[in-house]
């Protein structure tokens, strides 16, 4: 299965400032996605990433605060902008990795970045 | 993607059997039944999926009901490392394809 690298684990940050949060795998991907975990709570799908268009936002989280990038099969980047403590979250990105969406297999996380926005 | 119920949470002892229930009465005939943890402090854990036959693998098993309205994960030698918090997950492959997540089950194991 794909291995994920995440990057950073964790970072405190001021508020009113950005922070990129890089993932990085191991073979190409067609379908990336980005989640959100708020302390002691699910995960909450921020935007599914497909390299060559524009990300999909889902109800509720908007690309002026959550920019995402995705140049290529085997990287994306979130960035949180404009920081408030409410931001304090982990965000973790995940795979699907088949290249080609002929089956259903399972999907692969990142270990995860913890945020504190103070 | 078609809705999940789970209980909170279940108490297991350590190296007994573990049933986790899911009920998923709105399935769709294309919905793939996938499970995942999440261990403390780590990203989600692919465990196991199925669509209609019973499956198993080399971390647990898992058991589809007849009219596929349920499921149920079956780990049959709880570990104090298999305390996590359990998701059980439609996915259709026709959709967008992401994972929608819900509470999930929070499995204690006791020594």
């Known amino acids: 299965s794909a291995v994920i690298s995440q990057k950073p684990s964790r970072d405190i940050c001021q508020r009113g400032t950005s922070l990129t949060i890089q993932c990085q795998v191991d073979s190409q991907v067609t379908m990336m996605f980005w989640y959100r975990q708020q302390p002691g709570q699910s995960l909450t799908l921020i935007a599914t990433?497909?390299?060559?268009?524009?990300?999909?936002?889902e109800s509720g989280f908007v690309i002026d605060k959550f920019p995402i990038s995705r140049p290529n099969l085997t990287f994306s980047t979130l960035t949180v902008s404009n920081m408030s403590p409410e931001d304090s979250s982990i965000y973790l990105c995940?795979?699907?990795?088949?290249?080609?969406?002929?089956?259903?297999?399972?999907?692969?996380f990142g270990s995860g970045t913890r945020l504190t926005v103070v | 993607d078609a809705k999940t119920t789970q209980p909170n949470s279940m108490e297991s002892n350590e190296e007994e059997p573990v049933h986790l229930p899911c009920n998923h009465s709105t399935i769709s005939g294309t919905d793939y039944i996938h499970w995942y943890r999440q261990l403390p402090s780590q990203g989600p854990e692919y465990v196991i999926h199925g669509l209609t036959s019973n499956v198993n693998n080399r971390m647990a098993s898992l058991a589809i009901a007849e009219d596929r309205k349920s499921s149920t994960l079956i780990l049959h030698r709880a570990t104090l490392r298999d305390a996590a918090v359990y998701y059980c997950?439609?996915?259709?492959?026709?959709?967008?394809?992401?994972?929608?997540f819900g509470k999930g089950t929070k499995l204690s194991v006791k020594p």
């Open positions: 995940s795979v699907d990795p088949t290249f080609h969406r002929t089956s259903s297999v399972g999907y692969t």
């Open positions: 990433a497909n390299q060559g268009s524009e990300a999909t936002y």
């Open positions: 997950i439609l996915r259709d492959l026709g959709s967008q394809g992401n994972l929608i």
